[in-house]
């Protein structure tokens, strides 16, 4: 596996395996690699032949006091990683090669980075948007891959691409659990083993909330109110917010309908690490 830093050195890789004919997949992380981020390369590889893995734990999508200097760093355990999930180039460039001095242009998209995450992460996706189309520019991929599990992303992801113009198929992998059904994400790491052995009650009740809106239930209050209150009374989060919403403009939705795309989410506080999670469920 090549591994690159600079952006110059990989922008004109990236141009010569295009130029050679090569289809591009990248898939942007920030790192601290685990079986979700091994699924997106392993699906990369099903539709490209130059897999590119990016590892940057991107400073502009981080709030003041969130997790930017703990986030975890351990590029020689994720090279290993990338290279046996069948990356075949691994991008990680340092901050200052990203935004250099005097850097001052980002990408902002409106409505539909406003809401959920949005209201409380309130700079979170512009990083994330700014980010996602340097790395674009630098990667020139034919296929972009994310995952559900940051569904407002894929939202974000998704209307910039459109507004934009890039020339960029995405393809959406569903999240990937643990066994007890645990959404894997790299800030997992962080939880108690009290903490951890409470968080699996949030896909729990998420699961509860597909089934009955599988069952009949057409309004969203008694779907919030029951994650709520499992949340609340089996483990000791603190609620950011639960949601039910239209899954593509995701704006909050009071009754069900039949045929919509919703998207019902959480976002839990365990302590100082939070956790987010969600479903995207079709009305029947
Ligand atoms: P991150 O490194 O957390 O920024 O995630 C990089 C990419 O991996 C994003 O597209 C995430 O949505 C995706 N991802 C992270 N965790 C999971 C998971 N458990 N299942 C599927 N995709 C994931």
Redesign the pocket.
Known sequence: MNIVSDPRVMQREAEKLRLAGKRLAV???????????C??LREARKHADCVIVT?FVNPAQFGEGEDFARYPRDLPADTARAAEAGADLLFSPDAAAMYGDGYQTFVTVEQVAKPLEGALRPIHFRGVATVVAKLFHLTKPHVA??????AQ??VVISRMVKDLDFDCELII?????ESDGL?????NVYLTPAQRKEAPVLYASLKGAADAVANGERSAAPLTAAIRAAITSRTSGTIDYVSVADGDTLRELAALEHGQHILVSLAVKFGTTRLIDNIPLTVA
Not at 27 to 37: K, Q, R
Not at 145 to 150: A, C, E, I, L, T
Not at 173 to 177: E, N, Q
Not at 183 to 187: D, G, I, L, N, Q
């Open positions: 898939v942007p992380t920030m790192g601290a690699l685990h079986e979700g981020h699924t997106l590892v891959v994310f995952g559900q599990k940051d992303q894929v992998v569903p999240t990937v659990r959404a894997r994400s790299s800030r």
